[in-house]
């Protein structure tokens, strides 16, 4: 038999028996007993918990829960593992070589049908994304080891309004990826508050020998969405807007990241929205331009104003003269 195929024999014996040792499984398979060593040391390498107990009644076994565990993935999991990863690659994930090197196995340690099965569904998706900066992937990298090492950070950031960088210790909490661009969320010591940073601002990064302790429970993904969403526990706050339009046109913004979290009522023709009076200022009104005359809004008078005056100052803009 080939190696894969004593791997996973010795896998399976593993599974069904409490305890087995070397020559057991020599004899079993048919092989020398330093082959089982070497393929002992493979599962391990490749991240199977094997547990070696010496003296008379040693032997190898493996911990309860991975023993009741499935040992492989069945066709839809090979389908959605293979799926995501296109998803993954796609967005600029920094680890791309590992997922490939992954999904390789996955492929390589499955029978010619499932193989035949993986080949036609990842041929029938495929991803269009804009194209991710290769240039951010060792940082990315080293970020995200930051994050799951708790590991302080030493970082030199420059913001957009800003020419100059600033010095900051930072612990990382966590990356976000959103809208192409990825950020990171983490604890800045200068500020002495939770922050968000882009990636792309980083200009320099040094690890340090402090370690933290992240807080239990944090979600760098709730973090972010909820400085960019409008306060719904506070709906008092918030201001109602109305919109008629045709129907494509509602879909469409409905679906909108900010817009379909502020969505409060919908019917055919009418859609109405929760959203606090900054968004409303700064911009609300970029989103309904696109739409022209195939949607309108009804109210508040605040959000009519602004759409007004920021199309007369687009068309004060296109009508000055070149120089």
Known sequence: MSKADNMLSILWLLKTQKRVTARQMAEHLEIHIRSVYRYIDALCASGVPIVADSGHNGGYSLPPSFRDAPLLFDRDEQKALVHAARFALEAGYPFAGVLNQAIAKLKRYTNEEQLHAIQRHETGLDVIHPPADASQTELLKELELACGDRRTLRMEYRKGSETDATSRLLDPYGLVYWKSRWYLVGYCRLREEIRSFRVDRIQSLAGTDSVFERPADFSARDFFMNRLLPDFSSKERLIPVTVRGKPEALNDLCSHWLLGHALAGRSKEEARFLLDEPALRMYVPYLF????????????????????????????FYREPLH
């Open 289 to 316: 331009l696109p739409y022209g005359k195939a949607v309108k809004v009804l109210e508040p008078e605040l959000l009519r104003e602004r759409i007004a005056g920021v199309a007369e100052e687009l068309m004060n």
